[in-house]
T-cell receptor
Framework: EAAVTQSPRNKVTVTGGNVTLSCRQTNSHNYMYWYRQDTGHGLRLIHYSYGAGNLQIGDVPDGYKATRTTQEDFFLLLELASPSQTSLYFC?????????????FGKGTRLTVV | GQGVEQPAKLMSVEGTFARVNCTYSTSGFNGLSWYQQREGQAPVFLSYVVLDGLKDSGHFSTFLSRSNGYSYLLLTELQIKDSASYLCAVRDSNYQLIWGSGTKLIIKP
């Protein structure tokens, strides 16, 4: 079954710590995305990629790095985590058509930085 | 600047209908999509519109007016399980998705 799988589902880290969020898709989509979702802000795009080795900056990239190692795998790195990065993170893959981009989301990773 | 606006909350009654509004101001327009997000879950794609007018998809219908920068999602014969947040996303001239903050639909018996 086509899916987007994120790990871990929950993570607690300390301020200044390193965190890597992992994402794998089996949808064979070219596009993959990392979003964060916070109350009052909706979904905000951190980074995205349209293929292995490609990386594009989103709307809120500060403090985050990302790598797309394969068509399937997309990683989000927080090298010096801060409390402001406490959030719900979604990875997604996307396909485009005439008039739409359909985004398939993973179940999310809840990250807490204490 | 670019923006997609949605009311934060909407209340309705089981068996009736609810209209979730979305207004946008973006750099170009290449389609608008609606997603449903249940509490504690990921958003799920519902529908999209690219042409003006009403598009009937059964339980969900969507309307678009490009000249007014306005869309709505109409849910009919509401069931309690329709309680969720509904997100609007506009694809701009660069084919980037601009997301609204979502409308939380609360359905009372």
């Amino acid at each position: 079954e086509a899916a987007v799988t994120q790990s871990p589902r929950n993570k607690v880290t300390v301020t200044g710590g390193n965190v890597t969020l992992s994402c794998r898709q089996t949808n064979s989509h070219n596009y993959m995305y990392w979003y964060r979702q916070d109350t009052g802000h909706g979904l905000r795009l951190i980074h995205y990629s349209y293929g292995a080795g490609n990386l594009q900056i989103g709307d809120v990239p500060d403090g985050y790095k990302a790598t797309r190692t394969t068509q399937e795998d997309f990683f989000l790195l927080l090298e010096l985590a801060s409390p402001s990065q406490t959030s719900l993170y979604f990875c997604a893959s996307g396909r485009t058509g005439e008039g739409y981009t359909e985004v398939f989301f993973g179940k999310g990773t809840r990250l807490t930085v204490v | 600047g670019q923006g997609v606006e949605q009311p934060a909350k909407l209340m309705s009654v089981e068996g009736t209908f609810a209209r979730v509004n979305c207004t946008y101001s973006t750099s170009g327009f290449n389609g608008l999509s609606w997603y449903q997000q249940r509490e504690g879950q990921a958003p799920v794609f519902l529908s999209y519109v690219v042409l003006d007018g009403l598009k009937d998809s059964g339980h969900f219908s969507t309307f678009l007016s490009r000249s007014n920068g306005y869309s709505y999602l109409l849910l009919t014969e509401l069931q309690i399980k329709d309680s969720a947040s509904y997100l609007c996303a506009v694809r701009d001239s660069n084919y980037q998705l601009i997301w609204g903050s979502g409308t939380k639909l609360i359905i009372k018996p």
